[in-house]
Every structure is written in structure tokens, then in C-alpha cells.
């Protein structure tokens, strides 16, 4: 009796381990298109037989401004939950964002359009990075932040890209690429 139990308290470890490990390939399902380039990863947390806890810096380009990249450093958990991809991350997120070349307008955008958006849990929490104008400034504004179906995270941060001339190429004006 007592190894009928021991047999299905292994086959529950199984099931659930089998469970955990079919939800891995949507761990990748955010980054899996020409998404965010990894820039480089420094481990925070020493782990002994699973993966380290890391910060990772990545790179993307604006979609739809030209000249314009932003960098972000994430935290990423390590552990086993890490390891297959269902750990929750938090919300420290950093970001800036540079202007690399001239900038030019692809289409008109409004104001808060999301640069990038990706899954920091399984399922509930994301982090979006969204653009905006300060038509005023003519400059662009980035920011980054994390949010949960049912709270929300007052985490965030901000990084603005003055928009400049460049060579002899000269400033475009964002307000004019406001759609409204």
C-alpha cells in the first residue's frame, strides 16, 4: 500500500513536471520575433544548480522613428522558474534612448503608441515601453513601465531624445507626425 502511494505521488511530480516544461516554449513567445537585441547579461544572485538571477541589457530600435534606439535593463530570475520561463519578474526597469542618425518620420503616430511590449510573467504582467511628443520641446519621449491585469506597478522611468539636426540633414518636427 505504502508503495502504490509512493508511485503516484512520483507519477504527480511527473505530470506536473511535464506540465511546466510545455509551458516553456511560450516563455519565449514575447522575444521571438525580431524583438529586442540582448546587449550583454550580468549575474546578481550566485545559484547553484539553476541559472543565476541577472540583469540583461537589450536594444531595440524605434519602429517608426528612424535614428532613434533605446536601450532597457531587466531583471531576470534565475532559479528553476526562471529556467523555464514562468517566474514572475519585477518592475525595476531602466531605460534610455539616443538619437543615432537623422531622424525621420515613417507614419504618424499618437501620443503613448507602444514602442515595445513584452510578457514579464506567465500571464498577467507586461512591460511596455511607448513614445510620445512634447511639440512644445520637439522632443521625443520615451517611457517604461510594467503593468498587471489586476494592480498596477508605479514603477517606471522616462528618457527624452531631443530631436536635432544632423549633418546636414535638418530637425524634422514631431508635432507634425501627431496623428489627430
Excluded at 528553476?80 to 534612448?97: F, M, N, P, Q, W
Excluded at 528618457?159 to 518636427?173: F, I, K, Q, R
Amino acid at each position: 500500500m505504502n508503495s502504490g502511494f509512493l508511485t503516484m505521488g512520483s507519477c504527480a511530480r511527473q505530470c506536473v513536471a511535464f506540465f511546466l516544461l510545455s509551458l516553456a516554449p511560450l516563455a519565449g513567445a514575447a522575444r521571438a520575433d525580431d524583438g529586442p537585441d540582448l546587449i550583454f547579461r550580468k549575474s546578481t544572485v550566485f545559484k547553484l544548480l539553476t541559472p543565476n538571477d541577472k540583469l540583461a541589457t537589450y536594444g531595440i530600435d524605434d519602429p517608426i522613428v528612424q535614428g532613434v534606439a533605446c536601450h532597457y535593463t531587466v531583471p531576470e530570475r534565475g532559479g528553476l522558474a526562471g529556467a523555464i520561463g514562468v517566474a514572475e519578474e519585477t518592475s525595476d526597469i531602466s531605460l534610455s534612448c539616443e538619437q543615432y542618425g537623422p531622424i525621420s518620420f515613417k507614419e504618424k503616430f499618437e501620443q503613448g503608441d507602444v514602442v515595445l511590449r513584452e510578457r514579464r510573467s506567465l500571464l498577467f504582467k507586461r512591460m511596455q515601453i511607448v513614445r510620445g511628443c512634447d511639440v512644445k520641446r520637439n522632443v521625443l519621449v520615451y517611457m517604461v513601465y510594467s503593468d498587471k491585469l489586476v494592480e498596477g506597478s508605479p514603477k517606471n522611468a522616462t528618457s527624452t531624445v531631443p530631436v536635432m539636426p544632423w549633418g546636414s540633414t535638418p530637425a524634422s518636427h514631431c508635432g507634425d507626425w501627431i496623428k489627430g
